[in-house]
Each structure stands twice: as structure tokens, then as C-alpha cells.
């Protein structure tokens, strides 16, 4: 999947352009989903090192103990303000 990050002070928000720009969020079920636009706790993830290069591990803010393993590629970036 392509997600746009955003940041906020120690945690990013990974928000999906298909899913009309919501922001990908943990529910109360631990089930992933795309349901709103709000960045609150529900949708923020700390970033924390993998085992290997280009891999991360996602913690959720509310539900610490929900963990993502992901793998990240850039696929586009800012040069010169362009």
C-alpha cells in the first residue's frame, strides 16, 4: 500500500489517498481501518527499529501493545522544493 507519513511531535499518521485521505487507525477490535481523518491517539504509531534495514516496527499510542512490522520504501522525494 502507498501511505502518505505525517508527523506530529513522536509519532506518525499513515494516511491513504484511495481511502479518500483518512488516516489509518487500530479500533477497539485490533482490527486496522481507514475510518476517519482525525490524527488522535487511536491513528498515531511510534517508530521503532527493526532487525533489518528498511524494516520498522509501528507501536500503536493507545493500544501499546499492537505492533506493526513493516517494510518502508521511499518512492518519491522533495529536491530543490520541487
Known amino acids: 500500500a502507498h501511505l502518505n507519513v505525517m508527523q506530529r511531535k ?3 499518521g499513515l494516511r491513504s489517498g484511495i ?8 479500533n477497539k477490535k ?6 476517519n481523518h482525525h490524527f488522535g491517539a487511536w491513528e498515531s ?10 524494516r520498522l ?4 499510542r493507545r493500544w ?5 512490522k513493516v517494510t518502508v ?3 518519491a522525494e522533495v529536491v530543490d522544493g520541487i
Open 10 to 12: 513522536d509519532y506518525i
Open 45 to 54: 504509531w511510534a517508530v521503532q527499529r527493526g532487525s533489518e534495514p528498511g
Open 73 to 75: 520504501e521511499v518512492v
Open 30 to 35: 485490533g482490527e486496522l481501518q481507514f475510518s
Open 57 to 60: 516496527v509501528l507501536r500503536n
Open 64 to 68: 501499546k501493545t499492537s505492533l506493526l
Open 19 to 26: 481511502a479518500e485521505g483518512r488516516v489509518l487507525q487500530l
